[in-house]
């Protein structure tokens, strides 16, 4: 079943959580969005559900806390990227590239290798990525991907 149509104020809260992130490298908390649009809390956190529901951002299983705003990670994860003096974290080595690209900013990538957790450092620079031979490997295939986000 389709999530209902978001209403416009749910647009506003995504839109200011995604300024939030790049302008603070974290997602904000439900206090934190509902102070800044002026709104109770509850709506705030209604919010948060609604865009959960529609893939538009992802909450922490039974919580409130924004796991996911794409490509960014609400949590630490081993996909960390430098970019306009900040730093982000990925939720995968996809995402790593397309904060970036977000943002159009040149980028320094940090990660781990998932095989052996060897360092990997990349850079994007004037939009190509410059660093070694690394591939990105993609262990589910993209039908199955929304069935489980956090994992694949």
Do not use: K, Q
């Not at 999530?3 to 206090?31: E, I, K, S």
């Not at 529609?54 to 909450?59: E, I, K, P, T, V």
């Not at 040149?106 to 290798?113: P, S, T, V, Y």
Request: proline share 8%; net charge negative.
């Amino acid at each position: 079943m389709d999530a209902p149509d978001p209403d416009p104020l749910d647009w506003r809260v995504r839109a200011f959580v995604y300024a939030f992130v790049v302008n603070r490298g974290r997602p904000p908390t439900v206090a934190e969005t509902a102070a800044s649009l002026g709104i109770a809390e509850d709506r705030a956190r209604a919010g948060y559900r609604a865009l959960d529901r529609r893939h538009a951002l992802f909450l922490e299983r039974g919580g409130e806390t924004i796991r996911m705003a794409h490509p960014f990670s609400g949590v630490p994860t081993p996909f960390r990227v430098r970019a306009n003096g900040r730093a982000y974290w990925a939720n995968c080595a996809w995402d790593a590239l397309g904060i970036p690209a977000a943002l159009h900013a040149d980028a320094a990538i940090e990660a781990r290798a998932a095989e052996d957790d060897a360092p990997i450092r990349l850079a994007v620079a004037g939009g190509r990525v410059l660093g070694g031979d690394e591939v990105v490997h993609f262990p589910r295939p993209f039908r199955v991907w929304y069935d489980d986000l956090i994992e694949t």
